[in-house]
């Protein structure tokens, strides 16, 4: 009996040992596919459910926006409170304002994929600032933050502006995991000059998001995988997929906020547009736009976008 017993704790003992191994590599896999940024990603963006349509009009427009670009912007760069370089374009009004719009990209993408967004802020007298993300463009990191991170970064760029400008008025703008980087620096305490954030399709919580694109893209369940992921990304990026809760970080915002979001949205649900504008407990508008897929509002929208927005900020 004593003999079976023993053959029998170690069985059990064997398959926890198998179990979590299994586990760890299973996390682990996926943490390199979502958040090492060296990693192909093409499994997550090129999923059916995560494509995006594209508009037949915004080649051409977005070249003469490139070519406007380019004849404005300066480069700037500052330091993280860990220790990495983070770049920034800059585009100094031709009008010398106070008034700065800083932008903030999506997943994968880099400052000069939002060329669009900084010239319609440019044109409401705006200067613009649109850094990099960790990980991402010109800045240096070797995971990807999706916004928990980089909420202390959106605060060093605030910082840094502030410190350039003493009267900076200053509007927060994201898409994508830009929108849940400024949901989340919300949370932050924010100086006086931050007047109004502005979020476009940002996700209400990056467990929310990956468990949803899990079962998406794989058909897996949240348990055991999210778990051991979560462990893999502690070790290796510092933080916990639980902990960058962007809902915990806007219900304790203090500044007004105005949430956007297309009805088709497939990479983000939309429904998770009600999570994050449900919990702000500030002066908040909101805008659902209907048949507009994953960051695509503003060219489904088109004037009613731009005109929400300046009447938000009007207010």
């Known amino acids: 009996m004593n003999k079976k017993y023993k053959i029998l704790v170690g069985v059990v003992v064997s398959l926890i040992i198998l179990f979590i191994g299994a586990g760890f590599i299973a996390g682990n896999y996926f943490y390199n596919l979502a958040l090492n940024p060296q990693s192909d990603k093409s499994a997550v963006l090129e999923a059916p459910h995560n494509l995006i349509d594209a508009n037949p009009n915004e080649v051409k427009e977005k070249e003469a926006r490139e070519k406007w670009f380019n004849s404005h912007y300066e480069e700037t760069t500052i330091q993280s409170v860990d ?12 009008n010398k304002t106070n008034k ?14 939002m060329t669009k967004y900084a010239k319609h802020f ?9 850094p990099d993300a960790r990980g991402h463009g010109k800045s240096e990191g070797d995971y990807i933050g999706m916004g928990w991170h980089d909420r202390l970064d959106v605060v060093s760029w605030i910082d840094n502006t502030v410190q350039s400008q003493h009267d900076a008025e200053i509007v927060l703008f994201g898409v994508s995991m830009g929108g849940a980087t400024v949901m989340m620096a919300s949370g932050e ?4 000059n931050v007047k109004a954030i502005i979020e476009d399709c940002g996700y209400a919580s990056v467990w929310g998001e ?11 369940p949240a348990f055991p995988i999210m778990y051991f992921a ?6 290796k990026a510092g933080y916990t997929l639980g902990e960058a809760d962007t809902v915990k970080q806007v219900a304790k915002s203090q500044t007004p906020m105005l949430f956007i979001h297309g009805t088709n949205d497939t990479f983000v649900p939309s429904s998770m547009l009600d999570e994050v504008y449900e919990a702000a407990n500030v002066p908040k508008e909101k ?3 209907e048949g507009a897929g994953h960051g695509s509002a503003e060219s ?15 207010n």
């Open 83 to 94: 220790q990495l370089k983070l770049h920034a374009y800059i585009l100094k009004n031709e």
């Open 230 to 235: 979560s462990a893999v990304t502690k070790m």
């Open 210 to 220: 990956f468990s949803y694109q899990l079962k998406a893209i794989f058909h897996l």
């Open 300 to 314: 489904v929208a088109g004037a009613t976008y731009w005109d929400t927005i300046q009447s938000f900020l009007s």
């Open 287 to 289: 805008l659902l736009v």
């Open 189 to 192: 305490k924010l100086p006086s």
């Open 122 to 130: 440019y044109d409401m007298g705006y200067n613009v600032l649109i």
């Open 100 to 113: 700065w719009a800083l932008i903030f990209h999506g997943y994968s993408s880099d400052g000069l994929q």
